[in-house]
């Protein structure tokens, strides 16, 4: 969790992106992406917030938050790990890379390590199959992903 000053920041900082959008109809799930890339998740206040700022219901916000496997209302760790379960991904070997990860972090799907590094999640489809198994860690893509290579992942991000 992050200190009230440290909150106060990202609100305001949210508060600003979105006073700035030139039309706020329609902008709902580009102000989500914006608080989830500033707060790391999205918590109920901040769903209050978005929703009294855009002057939609709470409901509306909260529905879209929860309808979108992007979005998450808990927090994740530093580095989200996501395995792609697509058909091409889990003909390749995307189920022994995913419990490799659990393995490895002593983790399940969902769960972040206890020293809130890793989050590993899986995703049904990154929509880039020609290098099935894909594997993510936050913004970065990485194809061809073998169990082998677990290690040399979670150490680049472990430094």
């Known amino acids: 969790m992050c200190s009230n000053n440290l909150k106060d920041q990202y609100f305001k900082e ?14 709902l799930i580009a102000v989500l992406h914006k608080a989830q890339h500033i707060f790391g998740y999205l918590p109920q206040e901040v769903q209050t917030f ?55 972090l002593g983790i399940k799907v969902g769960q972040t390590t206890s020293d809130g590094k890793f989050t590993v999640q899986v995703l049904r489809c990154v929509g880039a199959c020609g290098l099935a198994p894909v594997v993510t860690v936050n913004d970065k893509v990485y194809g061809h992903f073998t169990k082998q290579m677990v290690d040399k992942i979670l150490d680049e991000y472990n430094e």
């Open 50 to 104: 978005v929703a009294k700022k855009l002057d939609l219901p709470v409901s509306k916000v909260n529905g879209v938050v929860t309808f979108y496997s992007y979005f998450t209302e808990i927090p994740t760790g530093k580095y989200v790990i996501n395995v792609c379960m697509g058909t091409a991904c889990f003909v390749k070997g995307a189920g022994e890379v995913l419990e490799e990860f659990e393995r490895k």
């Open 14 to 27: 949210l508060g600003e992106f979105i006073d700035n959008l030139s039309d706020k109809k329609g902008a």
